[in-house]
């Protein structure tokens, strides 16, 4: 077979076809790896995409709860605000404990507080805050309220008191607005079906 002059053979057909499909075939690889860089980098991005519309979601949860919250604690803010002492007087508090206990024919033998900076004197306003705010622990949950921890015993076995006794102390004291919760129950029998006990009273105050 001639071309132009030029004398091909099958030979030559040969090689020209086995080029041609090296070429076609480079050609396809470069393609496809263009191709499969351009789908990585598609599905990088639709994976970016999807960890911001995750994140807005956790997002929006969050602050549905958060609302929630808010609506949840809100009224309990207003209970304290009308119910809760806004005082730490405890001369008055050891006064109602005291008529609690005398009400229920039971003996006190002490009734403690925690350690108060009261005594000291500051000009500072901030100083001043702090001292007023000593012996208190926020209550989680309710702004601006604390808890007071009284520790109440009858802890003498001259002054042990029937159960029917001790019953009805623990109920004045949670019907009490100074005295609400009764923590730390401990009951020790004495003889002649008598009992002798110490607990702890949570006082809630909302100070000025």
Not at 18 to 34: F, N, R, V
Not at 147 to 162: C, N, S, W, Y
Request: a positive charge; zero cysteines.
């Amino acid at each position: 077979m001639k071309l132009k002059g030029i004398k091909v053979d099958s030979r030559m057909v040969n090689r020209l076809l086995i080029g041609l499909i090296i070429i076609m075939l480079l050609a396809t690889l470069i393609g496809s790896k263009s191709i499969v860089s351009q789908l990585k980098t598609q599905a990088s991005q639709l994976v970016s995409l999807k960890a911001k519309n995750q994140a807005l979601e956790t997002e929006k949860t969050n602050l549905a709860i958060a609302n929630k919250e808010v609506q949840k604690y809100t009224p309990l803010e207003k209970i304290a605000e009308s119910i809760v002492p806004q005082d730490k007087d405890q001369a008055e508090t050891v006064r109602e404990i005291v008529n609690i206990a005398a009400a229920s024919n039971i003996k006190l033998t002490s009734i403690d507080f925690p350690t108060s900076t009261l005594g000291q004197s500051s000009t500072s306003k901030a100083a001043q805050q702090r001292i007023l705010l000593s012996q208190l622990t926020p209550v989680k949950g309710i702004a601006k309220v604390y808890l007071l921890p009284i520790d109440v015993k009858d802890d003498q076995p001259a002054d042990a008191t029937t159960y029917a006794n001790f019953y009805n102390f623990l109920t004045k004291l949670e019907q009490n607005r100074r005295t609400s919760e009764v923590t730390n129950l401990s009951i020790q029998p004495q003889s002649d079906g008598l009992i002798t006990f110490s607990l702890t009273i949570n006082e809630y105050i909302r100070p000025l």
